[in-house]
């Protein structure tokens, strides 16, 4: 007999200490994963700045995290921007003193196409999201990590391993920041700076649902059918790994690349199907999300 695999989870609706005293930015803070990831650090004791787009509501999750007895600060502006990414650094030091960890979980997935039907406006739209923020925010925050010995970690994806059919563009992005996150631990272990990488598979957020995001039908039923798991990860469980990777549990751990992606790496076929239903079940939601299906960095509005 099945059990529910929250009954298998321990969690408890308290107050953390895992990152008590630490200063974070997580940009894409606003929705989907960045939410989960602020509002998970914010739990665990760091001072957050939520950082995002000017449409993006980075404000709704700076409050819901004070309500909650939490510490965060909005940040609003282009992070492509190198002045705009410096000013984002700048606002976390003279806010709280000093910045311990980025998280460049910013990125756009605005078009699902054969190449020869992808359009330029979104390959500059993802080149633009997807690799020049992660540049922009971590060469300036660079500088102030190497004073507190901190960590970045970066969004990259199953797609920049794999290489996927419609999404061969999105998936060298991720590829790009595989790479860069690994040349950056090599070149900053020096400064005793860590590097790593978080590479979700199909996960509950607006991208992996044909009415709020561009898979039609047909791909948003194959994404739960390529996992070991049959389900799509939720972003608290993407989340838990940034948590994990931030801290200091992770203090040996540098130019990794950590698979959140119910085993979509290692499956055959519609792997999925033949999940036991306690894998299927998602953990229930501990952070109070509001913003998991919006997509602000999209194109197609």
């Known amino acids: 007999m099945s059990k529910n695999i ?8 308290k107050m953390g200490n895992r990152l008590e005293g630490k200063v974070a930015i997580v940009t894409g803070g606003g929705a989907g994963i960045g939410e989960a990831i602020s ?11 939520v950082a995002g787009l000017p449409e993006d509501p980075v404000e709704d999750v700076v409050k819901g995290i004070q309500e909650e007895g939490g510490t965060a600060t909005p940040f609003k502006g282009d992070l492509s921007s190198l002045a705009i990414a410096q000013t984002c650094v700048e606002l976390a030091v003279k806010q709280y003193g000093k910045l311990d960890i980025l998280i460049n979980n910013a990125g756009t997935f605005p078009e699902t196409n054969m190449l020869p039907d992808f359009t330029e406006e979104a390959f500059d739209y993802l080149l633009k999201n997807n690799i020049k923020t992660t540049f ?34 999105y998936g060298g992005t991720k590829g790009f920041n595989h790479a860069f996150t690994k040349g950056l631990a090599a070149e900053q272990a020096q400064n005793g700076v860590r590097c790593n990488i978080v590479a979700p598979g199909p996960i509950d957020t607006g991208w992996t ?11 948003e039923k194959m994404v739960t059918q390529g996992t070991l798991m049959g389900r799509r990860g939720t972003p608290e469980e993407v989340a838990n790994v940034y948590l994990f990777l931030a801290s200091y549990e992770a203090s040996y751990v540098t130019g990794a690349i950590w698979p959140v992606d119910g085993g979509t790496l ?16 998602q953990p229930k939601d501990d952070l109070n999300l509001e913003h998991s299906k919006d997509s602000h960095t999209s194109i197609r509005k």
Request: net charge positive.
């Open 6 to 13: 929250n009954e298998g989870l321990n969690y408890e609706n």
């Open 39 to 49: 509002k998970k650090f914010a739990k665990e004791g760091a001072k957050v700045i």
């Open 136 to 169: 922009a925010m971590s060469r300036a925050a660079l500088p102030e990590l190497q004073k507190t010995k901190g960590n970045i970690v970066t969004a990259g994806s199953e797609s920049g391993v794999l290489g996927i059919a419609q999404n061969a563009p």
């Open 209 to 219: 649902h044909k009415e709020t995001g561009p898979m039609d039908k047909q791909m």
């Open 266 to 281: 290692i499956a055959k076929g519609p792997a999925g199907d033949q999940a036991a239903d306690s894998m299927k079940q």
